[in-house]
């Protein structure tokens, strides 16, 4: 069974950072895309980042240039660093998973992120 467990939230004042970390097991974590989802109160979940099992990144317009995501395969780990938060920032983070032998997506429980003004 593919578990995704993330850490890592918490409050933080605007112009703060944080990373997110989220570890992936059961999974050949190498051979699949790996996403971050963000949701705030009220609002649809979207996506914030992505990292191919390839390297390749993309990026939300509203997070390009503050966000960097990252992943250890080593370590079964894809990290998001956020810098430069801003209030609009603050959303519950979801790890995905895109598991390319299961053919179907597997998301993590979710962590706080809060930003204050």
């Known amino acids: 069974q593919v578990q995704l467990v993330e850490s890592g939230g918490g409050l933080v004042q605007a112009g703060g950072s944080l990373r997110l970390s989220c570890a992936a097991s059961?999974?050949?974590?190498?051979?699949?895309?790996m996403r971050w989802f963000r949701q705030a109160p009220g609002k649809q979940r979207e996506l914030v980042a992505g990292?191919?099992?390839?390297?390749?990144?993309n990026y939300a317009d509203s997070v390009k240039g503050r966000f960097t995501i990252s992943r250890d395969n080593a370590r079964n780990t894809v990290y998001l660093q956020m810098n430069s938060l801003k209030p609009e920032d603050t959303a519950v983070y979801y790890c995905?998973?895109?598991?390319?032998?299961?053919?179907?997506?597997?998301w993590g429980q979710g962590t706080q992120v809060t930003v204050s003004s």
């Open positions: 995905n998973q895109w598991n390319v032998v299961r053919n179907r997506d597997y």
């Open positions: 990292i191919t099992s390839d390297g390749s990144t």
């Open positions: 059961g999974s050949i974590f190498s051979i699949n895309a």
